[in-house]
Structures are given as C-alpha cells and as structure tokens.
C-alpha cells in the first residue's frame, strides 16, 4: 500500500509539472493539460483554453527583472497568431475557427499582478501579457518574474495598483548558463548526490554554518542562506530533461533556485541552465560569483566522472 501511495504521488509531481522545455510551443485551446493536483486542490474548476504551468520553460519565457517587467514582447488589441505563441511574445492560441466570438479583453499588456501558485505554495509576482473573452471565459496568460509561463483564470489574479509597483525593490535574478562535456545522468548525480554536498558546501558557506538535517531532505546540493523556509521542493527528469526547483520565503521576501539540464546535440553536451533570485543589488554580485563558482566546480565534477 505504502508503495502504492509513492507512485501515486510521483505521478501526481509529474502531471503538475508538464513540461515546455525547450520550445515555447503552441498552446492550443483545444489542448487540455490539467495538473491533477491543482484540479483537486483549486478553489474554482480552471479553464479549458491551454496555458500550461510550464516553470521550467526557461528559453521561452526567461526570467525578467523587476526593473524590466514593462519591456516584455505582448500582443496588444488582437489575438495573437500562432508563430506570436512560439516565439515568448504570447501565450494562448485560440482557433477562431472553433471560437468565432473569442476576443482579447479591453486591457493594456503587459500588467504586473499577483497570483497564488498552488504549486510553489506563494503568492508570486506575474507579468500577464494576455488576456482574452472566450465564451463565458476571461482567461490570462502570463510569465513567472523568475521565468517560465502560466495561465489562470481572469479573476485569480489581483493586479498591482502604481504605488505598489513603486514600492517594490529593484531585485535582480542571477542567470547563468554553462556546457558540461558530461551526460545529464552524471550532472545529476553531482546536482544532487549527498556525497558531493561538502565539497560543493564550502563555495556558498565558507563558514559551513550548521543546518540539522538539511542536506537529508534538500533535493539539491546548494542553498542559499538567506533563502528562509521552503514551502515546496521539485526534482525530477521530465521526458528527458532532468529539472529542480526549490522555493523559499523568509517574511515578505520569496527566493527561488532553478537547474534545468539541457541536451546540446550540436556540441554533444549538457546545458546547466541556473535561474537563481531574486537578490538586493547589495547582495547580487556576491550571489552571482558564489552561483559563476558553484556552477564551475558542478562542471569539474561531473567531467571527472
């Protein structure tokens, strides 16, 4: 029973987190991906127009800094065209074939908002760059600060008032990519391995300051001290690709660490893709060496093996 039960849930770990991965790739209307855990657990039926919590689709919808949120690629005043929902400028692509009357909603793109995502267990900032009327539906589209994309009903999401937005601090997110003459088998063994927890310890924590039993339920050999507490974990391999995420909060501020590996047919090698953040401008380029470091030794270790 209790092995029955662990299946279960894996299952349930990899419905929620359908990937996009490499290719932002057209969301059709007509497509339906619900992530069983959210159906059970939302307060309202979500909707049936595509839009998958894709937070791992890090080459489609990079992470965005907070500075920069109002530069993001939209669609204003039209449904977007299908090449518009390939290539990060939308999201949501709507056959107005079998949807004659859908039309976009009488809002400017983009918008800062808010929205609870059940999976990250917070209430994370968003830059909505969509929004349409489909029947009785008003359905917006939108792009995680830290990176990735999701969907959600119009009425999920709170938007940011202009005092609100001012009063948010300039962070920023370090964002790194690095090639791995290794396969994604031994990458991950080093990412997340105990063995290689101390090795890796002393480039983020050259005080090695104790955590009690934190590398025994970490899904990942690196933290970052002023992270706070987690409030949910992923680590998995997602049809080929092997991805992690690991969300915090530490009172009002929310962290996120992401490492999604890659397959470079063209170099016959592994992309380490690392969206960490977000960070002060106090503390990002401390961040930014420590992660440049952290990501290098990964590379030497799993190279090694």
């Not at 830290?146 to 601090?169: H, K, P, T, W």
């Not at 920023?172 to 310890?201: C, G, H």
């Not at 025994?216 to 391999?237: H, P, Q």
């Not at 016959?268 to 990501?295: M, R």
């Amino acid at each position: 029973m209790k092995n029955n039960i662990l299946k279960i849930l894996l299952l349930l770990c990899l419905v929620t987190f359908m990937s996009c991965l490499e290719n932002n790739k057209t969301i059709e209307n007509n497509k339906v991906e619900k992530s069983i855990e959210k159906v059970i657990t939302a307060k309202q039926k979500p909707h049936n127009y595509g839009g998958w919590y894709c937070p791992d689709n890090l080459n489609g919808f990079p992470a965005v800094n907070i500075r920069n949120w109002k530069n993001v690629n939209v669609v204003n005043g039209r449904l977007p065209s299908k090449e518009e929902t390939q290539n990060g400028t939308s999201l949501i692509f709507v056959d107005q074939k079998k949807h004659p009357n859908a039309k976009p909603l009488d809002m400017k793109m983009p918008k800062l908002g808010r929205y609870y995502n059940e999976n990250s267990k917070k209430e994370e900032l968003i830059i909505v760059i969509q929004a349409v009327k489909i029947a009785e539906d008003s359905v917006v589209g939108f792009r995680y600060l830290n990176g990735g994309n999701g969907s959600a009903r119009l009425n999920e999401v709170r938007f940011l008032l202009d005092a609100e937005i001012e009063s948010l601090s300039p962070t920023r997110f370090v964002m790194q990519s690095v090639q791995i003459d290794a396969p994604q088998n031994k990458i991950w063994e080093v990412l997340t391995n105990p063995q290689y927890y101390e090795v890796l310890e002393v480039i983020f924590d050259k005080d090695h300051t104790p955590i009690p039993s934190w590398n025994d339920s970490s899904k990942v050999n690196f933290r970052y001290l002023n992270g706070g507490v987690i409030t949910s974990e992923f680590a998995a391999n997602l049809y080929g690709n092997h991805y992690i995420q690991i969300d915090s909060e530490l009172g009002d501020s929310q962290y996120v660490a992401k490492f999604l590996l890659l397959d470079n047919e063209q170099s016959k090698s592994t992309e380490l893709k690392i969206v960490c953040g977000p960070y002060s401008n106090d503390d990002f380029e401390t961040q930014k060496d420590i992660l440049n470091s952290w990501a290098l030794k990964v590379k030497e270790l799993s190279e090694k093996k």
